[in-house]
């Protein structure tokens, strides 16, 4: 089987996928306007500051939206069907994510459902995922 | 500077075959595209002092055909590029960089001869920030809203199947559409899901093919011997927001759409009621739904009971997609071409579903998913003396 796909960190990137690897979810925010945003860049798209810092995310957030793979990617031939994410932070940004430990069906999957992050690995790359908080097992 | 009106497309034409052109590869269908469309306005080779296109680049167009060109755009922002190709010829035209340009589209969409594969680079923001997650072309990423709008406004998978059952009301007056055949929303509701909430049938169709138009100013295209009237420009709008679907600000409207339609309507000087007739671009059912919002025709969240009510249908208030769309009538990878011919079709009077007395009708091209628009308002001769 295929692996899944390897993201290759590059300089505006390095530092999320290096806190994603000590198991911290961390998003750029800038200290001029307060913005805490994705995908890491090296200035504010609001106010165009670079005085930024990592921001150190409760991990905590929503199903925003989300859609039902059928045709699956490699790598993901032993995961079809399965959801393609949109989470919110409570901190306000949004990422793609998966939804793991979880049934990839419409009636588990509930928009706005309350998601904490886990960290998966894709090769030696830390990948942030998110399950569903408050499960009975 | 007001560009209303300045310049006018003067040739437009497809190639003769759409489908499965197995024998032809994309270059060749650029060029097949191209010399329909400059026969189209009555013009020879030499004419041509301009290329525009995407996928290919317009040096590789312009050295297959022969032209040495003095204007060159090879923007390519997906989908809606050509919309953009058309805005900025009109800006070159009316700069005097150039007379007359050609911008043509070609795409082995389906036999995928002479083509790229699709493979965003590891290091690439899609690389690091999509891919990871299993996403695998259109199907995978751009429907991914359809949820947060149904939760936000109440549409339901019974009104998004109507688009493609409207579209293809459209289409069964079109000899030259792939599908034609009716359906119903239980058809489609009933078509293998591809990516939930999204069916086959609220998917687009995947061709090969191409078309070409051929611009030049109106003041030329006045005193030319042309076969049929100038389509003039009367307004244009371009944007762009992520080309990640992932980083759109509202997952229910595309920024793209709503910026480059203020723009176009705002310099054609036209209110909405004016238009008689639409085009957007509709590689899903659902973008139909948002550009109709985004463009300001209805306010938010009213789209799918105005499809539902049958107003863009044929003898509806506002036909929509009237040569049956990138759901019916064909769709090579970057549909937006393809609108803008049908856009010229209904103003010459000549569509094969044609619609009584269009004199303005407006094409909305998407690129990427909701990543880049190109906005088009067009309009025969009566509506530029009005």
């Known amino acids: ?137 | 500077m007001s560009m209303r009106g300045a310049v006018s497309i003067v040739g437009a034409a497809e190639t003769e075959r759409l489908g499965k052109i197995p024998d032809q590869s994309a270059i060749e269908l650029h060029a097949e595209a191209a010399r329909r469309a400059i026969a189209d306005a009555g013009l020879r080779l030499q004419d041509i002092d301009g290329v525009a296109c995407a996928g290919e680049s317009p040096v590789e167009v312009a050295e297959y055909l022969g032209i040495t060109p003095h204007y060159l755009d090879g923007t390519h922002v997906g989908g809606s590029s050509f919309m953009l190709h058309v805005r900025h010829a009109a800006a070159a035209i009316a700069a005097g960089h150039c007379s007359t340009v050609l911008v043509t589209h070609g795409e082995s969409g389906r036999s995928r001869v002479g083509m790229q594969p699709w493979a965003p680079a590891p290091q690439s923001m899609r690389g690091q920030f999509e891919v990871p997650y299993g996403v695998m072309g259109a199907p995978t990423t751009f429907p991914i809203g359809i949820l947060r709008y149904m939760k936000e406004y109440g549409m339901t998978p019974e009104q998004l199947a109507t688009v493609p059952v409207v579209q293809r009301q459209w289409a069964a007056m079109n000899p030259r559409a792939k599908l034609r055949d009716p359906i119903t929303v239980e058809d489609v509701l009933a078509s293998r899901v591809v990516a939930h909430p999204i069916h086959l049938l609220e998917c687009c169709l995947v061709t090969d093919g191409g078309a070409a138009v051929v611009l030049t100013s109106s003041e030329r295209a006045g005193v030319m011997d042309l076969p049929h009237d100038p389509v003039h420009l009367l307004g244009s709008g371009e944007s762009s927001e992520s080309a990640m679907i992932s980083m759109m600000e509202d997952f229910t409207s595309s920024r793209a759409f709503r910026t480059a339609g203020e723009r176009a309507f705002a310099e054609a000087g036209i209110r909405h009621a004016d238009v008689d007739h639409l085009m957007i671009y509709d590689a899903f059912a659902h973008v139909p739904i948002y550009g109709l919002e985004d463009l300001g025709f209805v306010g938010k969240g009213e789209a799918p009971s105005f499809v539902e009510e049958g107003h863009t249908a044929p003898g509806g208030s506002l036909p929509l997609n009237t040569n049956g769309g990138g759901l019916a009538y064909t769709h090579t990878g970057m549909y937006g071409m393809f609108a803008i011919q049908e856009s010229v079709r209904q103003l010459r009077g000549q569509a094969a579903a044609q619609v009584p007395d269009v004199n303005i009708s407006v094409a909305l091209g998407n690129g990427g998913m909701f990543m880049s628009a190109g906005v088009l308002v067009l309009g025969t001769p009566a509506a530029l003396a009005a």
């Open chain 1, 1 to 137: 089987m295929t692996a899944k796909p390897v993201p290759q960190p590059t300089p505006n990137t390095e530092p999320y996928f290096e806190y994603a690897a000590r198991g911290e979810l961390r998003v750029p925010r800038c200290r001029a306007c307060g913005l805490a945003f994705m995908y890491p860049r090296t200035a504010c798209p609001s106010c165009a500051s670079e005085d930024l810092e990592w921001l150190l995310c409760s991990g905590r957030a929503t199903l925003h939206t989300y859609l039902i793979n059928t045709r699956p990617a490699p790598g993901f031939e032993e995961d079809a069907p399965y959801a393609i994410a949109v989470v919110e932070l409570e901190e306000g940004p949004r990422l793609m994510s998966n939804i793991v430990e979880c049934p990839q069906t419409s009636e588990a999957l509930v928009l706005d459902m309350d998601l904490e992050v886990v960290f998966d690995k894709h090769g030696d790359v830390a990948v942030p995922k998110f399950r569903p908080v408050g499960r009975t097992s």
